[in-house]
């Protein structure tokens, strides 16, 4: 269920008898001729599609992100590392704060990685609390699915392209578009990364067929509620109370 789909009541009563919640973590940057919400849509879409059928609260995806290197390309918003960690840390302080104990970040973005450092600390400051940190696009399951579909797969190309992050008119390529080797990327400046990358697109087809994104969307949202479902090193409480 959403946060948005419920008033402050409702989670009162949800928090006596469960303590788990997800929240997504997103970014709003290029992604070729996809949307810049990408990686918001994809964390927080799995998110609600795991924790649906648990009955387990999601937060607003947080949209904003660390993506510097993208900064040429218009409409990218990037936020500085300790600008970032001082957000997730006080949307996790005020989650904790009512009595969420049990908590599953879903990550969309790659540069968002300092929020799992962050989340180690704050376990390490509060050991009542567990936070799991899950970049659901990279997650063994689904990254396994991702190289059986197609090895060739990276930012901005199909593994990206469902049809929640297409855009309506938009044409996309259909040429299957040469690797770029990024591994020098976080020290240019946004203008020389755009000369390197060009639409933005990493590298791989732009598209599949819609029955084989279905695919790799079930075994992402499957993954993502194996974690929810738990097991959890912290009891939840039901199992307190019994």
Known sequence: MRIRDRNWMQIEEYLKHDDRAVLPL??????????????????ETVAIDAAEPLGIPV?????????????????????????YLALVRDVLDSIVTHGFRRILVVNGHGGNQP?????????????????????????????AKVREIDPMASHASW???????????????????AMVDYSNMASMTPHEARALIGDGNFGGDYQKPDEVMD????????????????PWQKQNLDEKNR
């Not at 937060?59 to 600008?83: D, E, H, I, R």
């Not at 990206?160 to 578009?177: D, K, S, W, Y």
């Not at 790799?216 to 479902?229: G, Q, S």
């Open 159 to 177: 593994m990206e392209n469902f049809p929640i992050t297409r855009l309506a008119g938009v044409v996309q390529p259909t040429h299957r578009q």
């Open 115 to 143: 929020a799992a450092n962050l989340i180690e600390y704050m376990m390490q400051e509060n050991p009542a609390i567990e936070i799991k940190f899950h970049s659901w696009w990279k997650a063994p399951k689904t990254w």
């Open 59 to 83: 937060f607003p995806v947080l949209p904003y992100g660390p993506t510097a290197s993208f900064m040429a390309y218009p409409g990218t918003v990037s936020l500085q590392v300790k600008t």
């Open 26 to 43: 997103g970014c709003t940057e290029q992604h070729a001729y996809l949307s810049l919400s990408v990686d918001s849509i994809l964390s």
């Open 215 to 230: 695919t790799l969307w079930k075994v992402a949202v499957a993954e993502t509620r194996e974690l929810l479902a738990g």
